[in-house]
């Protein structure tokens, strides 16, 4: 039974090496497939009719087109939406070769996947109605929170120190859209989440002045492109094109189109200048996980 067991793991590793020479299964294929978020406006987000757009999408694009010059070939990309839930899985099994979300690079994460050089920082605070006079932590006190399965949001506000007394009823959505549908419709008090995707939430919401985003900062959080691990060779591929975007100041343009300016669909603002952490992280860039900042 031992033997059999043992057998079946070095199938698995084998497996998994097999799929990770990502830039071979791309010169071969001619295809990459990348995955993509339904709701993490501006980061990654649809149009419908199977079109999908955002700050890291776009950055994907260019870093594919980078990569393709190099192999001498133009890959077509496949977009495949993905979820809080699945995305790690999907880029684990081959699935998914390369995952343009809204993914936070974490100590834990890094046991199962790898990750490119952050391209953005976010920081958890929590969306509330104008109207509810909610302002911090101590204000959830008996109230509802949202959040999205499969992040970790509330772990945050579990664990801050302003929260040790407070007791909270816990809501999931599905998706983000479905989290600030709950908080939309009154049956939440709070969304707690990324502050990006939050605001993105609420410019495009039907009526944004009704909500806010207030709050401690609950995590700072390095947003990364996923890819799987153990593929050394396509990750230095990734990050040489991203830093060089950086270098040159692209990036910083990039960055500026989706959050200072007015985005598709409702041609609406997120409005969340760079902030002096990302900018360092353009100057200096790293993959370091949310760990290290908390350190600081």
């Known amino acids: 039974m031992k033997k059999s067991l043992l057998t079946v ?5 084998a497996l998994g090496a097999a799929q990770a020479d990502t830039l071979k299964k791309i010169k071969d294929t001619g295809k990459v497939v990348m995955g993509v978020r ?27 087109a980078d ?10 990309i496949e977009y495949t939406p993905v979820t809080s839930q699945n995305r790690i899985p999907l880029v684990q099994n081959g699935t998914v070769d390369i995952e343009c979300g809204s993914t936070t690079n974490n100590r834990a994460r890094q046991e199962q996947v790898a990750f490119a050089l952050t391209t ?30 499969g992040t970790t949001s509330v772990q945050h506000l579990r664990r801050h120190k302003r929260a040790e007394n407070i007791q909270f009823n816990e809501i999931l959505g599905k998706d983000h859209a479905d989290s600030f549908l709950i908080l939309e419709s009154g049956r939440a008090h709070a969304f707690v989440m990324d502050d990006n995707l939050l605001a993105g939430l609420i410019a495009n919401s039907r009526n944004p002045a009704d909500f806010k985003i207030v709050g401690e900062v609950l995590s700072v959080e390095p947003i990364a492109i996923m890819l799987r691990k153990d593929d050394p060779a396509f990750k230095k591929a990734v990050d040489d094109s991203i830093r060089g975007l950086m270098k040159s100041g692209e990036l910083t343009k990039l960055y500026n189109k989706w959050f200072t300016q007015p985005i598709p669909p409702k041609n609406v603002n997120v409005n969340l200048p760079m902030g002096d952490t990302l900018k360092a992280l353009f100057a200096n860039p790293n993959d370091n996980p949310m760990e290290s900042y908390a350190a600081k």
């Open 120 to 149: 953005y920082v976010t920081e958890v605070r929590m969306a509330v109605n104008t109207k509810s006079n909610i302002d911090s932590i101590a204000d959830l006190d008996r109230r509802t929170v949202v959040t999205t399965t």
């Open 67 to 76: 990569i393709g010059k190099q192999l001498g070939i133009k890959p077509t």
């Open 38 to 64: 339904d709701s993490s406006i501006p980061l990654s987000y649809t149009l419908g009719g199977g079109k999908y757009t955002g700050y890291h999408v776009e950055l994907c694009e260019r870093v594919l």
């Open 9 to 13: 793991a070095a199938l698995v590793l």
